[in-house]
């Protein structure tokens, strides 16, 4: 590896700067091996990791199903269904099996927070291929 071969631009230098020790040394062996260009595309793909912000573990998300409210609040394998109608989260149940979602419905009590009547709450147990009712 001859580092004196390698050249490199001011706006590569200040992705050079921004990397830890490891990175840096990954980042001058990848320049040599296969670009500085690839290299570049690397690393910048590592800090776009590193420092994009996560993803909210909890998603809340209201709709309306005929006359009905439903609210639908996702947990990272949780999912809790709090409506007027017992009806409507059936409905929504059966969507989601059919779209290949696997459920298991988990006891829970009514908190101070769930406005409507009917909770339920079920554990995302995987996810298959969608099944079709024909």
């Known amino acids: 590896m001859k580092l004196k071969e390698l050249e490199i631009q001011e706006d590569d230098f200040d992705l050079f700067v921004a990397l830890d020790a490891c990175d840096k040394i990954e980042f001058l062996f990848d320049a040599m ?3 500085l ?6 690393q910048v793909g590592k800090l776009a990791d590193k420092y994009m912000p996560k993803s909210p573990a909890v998603s809340v998300q209201k709709y309306q199903v ?9 947990y990272p394998n949780k999912i809790h269904l709090n409506s007027n109608s017992i009806r409507a989260i059936r ?6 099996w ?5 459920l298991r419905r988990l006891e829970a009590d009514k908190t101070d927070f769930d406005m409507y009547r009917f909770l339920r709450v079920y554990e995302v147990i ?5 099944f079709s009712s024909n």
């Open 66 to 74: 005929g006359p009905y409210r439903l609210c639908v609040t996702q």
């Open 37 to 42: 260009d690839a290299a570049t595309t690397k």
């Open 126 to 130: 995987g996810k298959g291929q969608p």
């Open 91 to 96: 409905k929504f149940i059966a969507k989601l």
């Open 33 to 35: 091996q296969v670009g």
């Open 98 to 102: 059919n779209d290949g979602i696997m």
